[in-house]
């Protein structure tokens, strides 16, 4: 292949993967808005899950709340 193409093929793959953090960034930010946590309580989940993954027990442990999502379907 050449030269060109390479570079092509690189700088779409550096596009993807931007595009990609730039996606989980906001599902990230999206779930932390839906849990309503502190940034406090966020900080305690983030070093609980350094160790754990997170559930429901460890989110109490901290005083998340969530509230429930609503179905654009559901009339």
Same mark, same amino acid.
Not at 21 to 46: F, G, H, I, W, Y
């Given at each position: 292949?050449?030269? %060109? =193409? @390479? %570079? &092509?093929?690189?700088? &779409?793959? *550096? #596009? *993807? /993967?931007?595009?990609?953090? /730039? #996606?989980?960034?906001?599902? +990230?930010? /999206?779930? +932390?808005?839906?849990? *309503? +946590?502190? $940034? #406090?309580?966020?900080?305690? &989940? &983030?070093?609980? =899950?350094?160790?754990?993954? $997170?559930? $429901?027990? !460890?989110? =109490? !442990?901290?005083?998340?709340?969530?509230? %429930? /999502? +609503? @179905?654009? @379907? #559901? @009339?």
């Amino acid at each position: 292949m050449s030269e %060109k =193409s @390479d %570079k &092509l093929r690189a700088m &779409l793959e *550096k #596009e *993807k /993967e931007r595009r990609i953090q /730039e #996606e989980d960034s906001a599902e +990230v930010n /999206e779930m +932390v808005r839906t849990a *309503k +946590v502190t $940034p #406090e309580q966020l900080a305690a &989940l &983030l070093r609980q =899950s350094a160790t754990a993954t $997170p559930n $429901p027990a !460890a989110l =109490s !442990a901290v005083g998340a709340t969530f509230e %429930k /999502e +609503v @179905d654009a @379907d #559901e @009339d």
